[in-house]
């Protein structure tokens, strides 16, 4: 399973090295993912927002990637489900 993770996020990656090719301006490429992706998959009524309620997997890089998008290949710690499942030694 580790691999398959592995693996999403270095495509994931690949697809925000592509906005950032484009010229898409960091708080678009995070809604582009986020917010956005939900949307377009219709399930923005369970996922793609931190709203109580729906599910979230959360990451945190160490400074703001709506300024710096390239810190999302910084990632301090994974939350999914509720649960720490990665944190940077």
Same mark, same amino acid.
Request: glycine share 6%; proline share 4%; no cysteine.
């Given at each position: 399973?580790?691999?398959? =993770? ?23 490429? @995070? =809604?582009? #993912?986020?917010?956005?992706?939900? =949307?377009? @998959?219709?399930?923005? &009524? ?12 959360? #990451? ?8 710096? #998008?390239?810190?999302?290949? =910084?990632?301090?710690?994974?939350? &999914? ?9």
């Amino acid at each position: 399973m580790s691999n398959l =993770r592995e693996s999403r996020g270095v495509q994931s990656l690949e697809y925000v090295d592509s906005f950032v090719e484009a010229g898409v301006r960091p708080p678009d490429i @995070l =809604r582009a #993912i986020t917010t956005n992706a939900a =949307r377009l @998959l219709d399930i923005n &009524k369970e996922r793609g927002l931190l709203k109580v309620g729906l599910a979230a997997d959360i #990451i945190a890089v160490p400074g703001n990637p709506l300024e710096d #998008i390239t810190l999302l290949r =910084r990632v301090s710690f994974v939350v &999914k489900d509720g649960e720490v499942i990665r944190r940077s030694k």
